[in-house]
């Protein structure tokens, strides 16, 4: 088995909360080991993000000019789905993991 450490998504969020961010490969498992979410505006904002179609970051506010890091070890199966969006597109999400073939 090959394991391949990843970015699995990085860039602006959308305003739609169910906006899907990464899909698992076919044949592949994925672990996600960290989410950072970046507010680069002057006010605060909220987040949300789905593993599997199931809240793990309801509603999170994010201070203006501040990050906030969710350090995880989640599993998802091939062609499962992370999704998230947030209040703001000022909010950048950095998702990591490992995918393991």
């Not at 699995?8 to 899909?23: D, V």
């Not at 994925?30 to 309801?58: C, H, K, P, Q, R």
């Amino acid at each position: 088995m090959a394991n391949t450490l990843k970015a699995l998504y990085r860039g602006a969020a959308s305003t739609t909360l169910t906006t899907t961010l990464y899909t698992v490969p076919s044949s592949t498992t994925t672990v996600v080991t960290e989410i950072m979410v970046a507010n680069t505006s002057a006010s605060s904002a909220t987040f949300t993000i789905y593993l599997d179609g199931v809240i793990i970051a309801n509603t999170i506010t994010v201070a203006a000019n501040d990050t906030t890091t969710i350090p995880c070890k989640q599993v998802l199966a091939a062609t499962k789905t992370m999704q998230g969006g947030a209040s703001s597109t000022s909010v950048n999400f950095s998702i990591c993991g490992v995918e393991i073939a």
